[in-house]
Each structure stands twice: as C-alpha cells, then as structure tokens.
C-alpha cells in the first residue's frame, strides 16, 4: 500500500488519521476538500488562541496524532454516504465509535479497506476513547463559532440585553462567561485544566443551565400569547410583541448555549486529566445532556413557529377585507421565523439547504396573498361595473371572488404549515439519529 489511513466516526464528526499527505489525497479523492475540517490536534477556543496537549489526549492516543496528523470533518448527509462505502464498523471498546483502515494501491485511483495493523487505534481502548473526545471538542468548537458569527450577524449587545434585567439569574451569566474565558486563557498557556481553575468554573453550569431555562420559557409565554387572539387588531399588536422580544431571547438562548459548550471543552479536559478511564462514558453524557437541552431549545421554537404561522394563516384569511392590517401580521410573523429558523442553523437543528427551502416557502406565501387581493380587487371591481346588467347580483359576485381569493391564500397556508411540520419532525428524527449514531 502507498498510503493507510485510519477513519473514526462518532456518527456526527469524522477523524481521519494518518500522514498529512494521504489526508490530503483522500480528501481530495472523495471530493471533500470543501467540508468543513479542523486539525484534531489543535483548537481555538477563542478564535485567537490555538493549543495541543488536551490534557494529555494526544499522548494517550499513543502518540499517533504527534507522529502523524490528524483531521476532523464535519459528517454531512452527503459527506458520510462517501464514507459509509468504506463500511466502519461499531469497536468492541467504544459500539458508539466506529472505525475503519483504509490503504491506496499503487496508481489505482481508489481507497479500499485493509487488515489492521496491530498498532492501530482500534486495538488502544485509551487511544480510541481520546480520539472521540478530541472529536467531540471538534464538535463543540464549531457550534462556539457558529454561535459568535450569529450572535454577531443579528447585531444583539447579549450583555446590554443581561445587564437590563432585572432578574438575578440571567445577570449572573455575565460573571459565568468571564470565568470560563480565564479558564481557557489558563488552559492555553499550560495546556491543561489545573484543578483550582475548575473549582472556579463548575459551579457555574447551574446558572447557565437556569438562564437558557428562563429565556426558553420567555418563547413559551410569546407563543401562548399568539393562541388566544382571535381579533385582528389585537393580533397585530401581539405579533409585533413577539416580532420584537424573539431576537433579544433568542440571543440569550445562543449565549447560554456557547458558554455551555466552552465549558463542556473544557470539563473534557480535566476529565482527561484527572480521571481518565472515565473519559469514554463522561463524554457520552455530556453528548446526550447536550442534546436533551438542544431538544428542549428546538421544541420551544417549533411551538413558536407553529403559533406564527397560524396567526399568519388568520390574516391571510381576512386579507381581502382588510388588505392595510393584515399584511402587517403575515411581515410580523414572516420576520419571527426567519429569526428562528436562523438561529435553528446557528445550533445544527435545522441544515442550510432547510432555511433556505423554509425562505422560499414563506416568499411564496406572501406572493400568493398580494396576488388573491389584487386578483379580488379586480373582480370586486368587474362586479360593480356590470351592476347595471345584473342588478342585484354584485354582492354575490363580489362574495365569490372573496371566498375564492380566502380559498387560495387558506391553501397556501395549509401548505406552508404543512412544510414547516415536516421540518420539525426531520430535525428531531436528526437529533435522534445523532443521540444513536452509526455510519456503517
């Protein structure tokens, strides 16, 4: 063989081990090249900081990573169907692991599975227990810097917004996230975790836990606020509420989410450090705890999402009859899940291609709408000219391109609704499938 390459998948990330010249070749190769890779030896915690060491997890992994190189990718639909062809199989040591050797013959333009060496990951238990949890901390880093562009892309101050409440909860993030950025300062420069710098941090899980509890609770009481309007003019203010407070929530909920994630880095390592043939198992529940909350985060905004387009559907309803207030609900509720489905992107629960289909769907509503009133309008107005033909029968007339005008635009809607049900249901089925991962 010219080249071997080991693969190891936690279902959601893929490490690809061996020298950085085979990497690249097999990546290239596969057409991967674009995906979304990290180095497995190093991470930036802060985007301005880069460190090895992990506690000692690339020493545990038998040195490998020092000797050779190693790379995280990100495990897409399409990115693990070229993978699965190499068929890794669940390890003994870890069924939540899989992996596969791989070597290239001579000139022959393909990857195909080989022996494993004696010396590779797959028979150090260690060795594969520090792989997956350098993957899982590829994983949290790339949800902390998914989580900054956003939070930087809506332009929210999250601090300003903590600073003005008056609750005590969520004002204590702010001290919490200055804690874990010492902590990662410290981890930088000496490579590790040191125990009184934990001591500090570990307390403070509690109260991000409790901040993203109360600001998901804050979307539960938009969305119940929705359910009751029946009045239009009461729905346009509601929706306008709503229209306003979900960014500001939204942005605490991806703070508390960060920080969470940065702690969790950081609880990997002193893991590693201090107890590390628990390593395996407290990466697991880590990796379902996250979930749990990221479940309860997404089931929040699909309730939201739903409350919307309903009230959405109201106005689309009556817009004929009311042509000035109306739209001002289907904007207010358009706006609102544009913000949600942006922030679902931000944490993984929704994919790029999902928004994007989910922003075309919503454009496509509002045309539907703008074309029934104009279409109405036109025939409202055919009605009154013939009224000297057909005296008596303009109402009529009139009543039946409403109805028919409503009809569209209800269709529509149903639609709409339709889709966004289904969205939620492939996220969840995703978040299973993530909680259970399996590439073979």
């Known amino acids: 063989m010219s080249a071997e390459l080991e693969l190891v998948s936690d279902g959601s990330g893929l490490a690809v081990v061996g020298a950085e010249d085979a990497i690249e070749q097999f990546m290239l190769d596969l ?3 674009s ?41 897409t639909e399409q990115s693990a169907a070229k993978v699965r062809q190499f068929g890794l199989q669940a390890t003994k040591a870890n069924p939540a692991i899989s992996h596969a050797m791989i070597g290239k013959p001579g000139d022959v333009q393909s990857w195909i599975q080989v022996v ?32 900054r562009d956003y939070l930087a892309q809506i332009d929210k101050k999250v601090d300003d917004i903590l600073r003005a409440q008056k609750d005590g909860v969520l004002a204590g993030m702010i001290g919490v996230s200055l804690l ?44 119940d606020g929705l359910e009751a309007e029946q009045d239009l003019g009461h729905l346009v203010k509601a929706t306008q509420h709503v229209r306003i ?21 950081l609880e990997l390592d002193r893991v590693a450090d201090a107890n590390p043939e628990e390593l395996n198992r ?16 997404g089931g929040a905004c699909g309730e939201l999402v739903g409350r919307m387009n309903d009230a959405s559907n109201r106005a689309n309803q009556k817009v004929l009859f009311n042509p000035f207030v109306s739209p001002k609900v289907v904007g207010a509720s358009n706006d609102v899940v544009g913000a949600v489905l942006e922030f679902e992107r931000s944490l993984g629960l929704v994919s790029e291609a999902e928004t994007a289909e989910a922003r075309r769907w919503l454009a496509a509503v509002v045309d539907t709408r703008d074309q029934t009133f104009e279409s109405g309008q036109d025939a409202i107005g055919a009605a009154r000219r013939r009224s000297a033909q057909a005296v008596g029968k303009t109402g009529d007339l009139r009543d039946k391109a409403l109805d028919a005008g409503a009809a569209s635009v209800a269709r529509a809607s149903e639609a709409t609704s339709k889709f966004f049900d289904g969205l939620a249901d492939r996220a969840r089925r995703r978040q299973g499938t993530r909680d259970n991962p399996r590439v073979d």
């Not at 190093?42 to 301005?48: E, L, Q, R, T």
């Not at 950025?181 to 509690?206: F, H, L, M, N």
Request: hydrophobic share 45%; net charge neutral.
């Open 31 to 33: 057409d991967l090249v």
């Open 35 to 75: 995906a979304e890779s990290r180095s497995l030896a190093h991470v930036a915690m802060d985007g301005a900081h880069s460190v090895s060491g992990f506690g000692g997890l690339a020493l545990q992994a038998g040195g490998q990573i020092a000797a050779e190189s190693g790379r995280w990718l990100k495990l």
């Open 116 to 147: 494993s060496s004696p010396f590779a990951l797959v028979t150090n238990p260690a060795a594969l227990a520090s792989i997956g949890t350098m993957m899982a901390q590829r994983e949290l880093q790339r949800s902390i810097d998914e989580l």
């Open 180 to 223: 874990v950025d010492d902590a990662i300062t410290i981890r930088d420069e000496v490579g590790r975790v040191p125990e009184i710098t934990w001591s500090k941090i570990q307390g403070g899980a509690a109260t991000i836990a409790s901040t993203q509890a109360y600001a998901v609770r804050q979307l539960d009481g938009l969305a």
């Open 245 to 265: 407070s979900v960014a500001e929530w939204l942005a605490v909920i991806a703070r508390s989410v960060q920080v969470q994630d940065a702690i969790d880095v």
């Open 282 to 297: 407290h990466r697991v529940g880590l990796r379902r705890t996250r979930q749990k909350r990221l479940e309860v985060i």
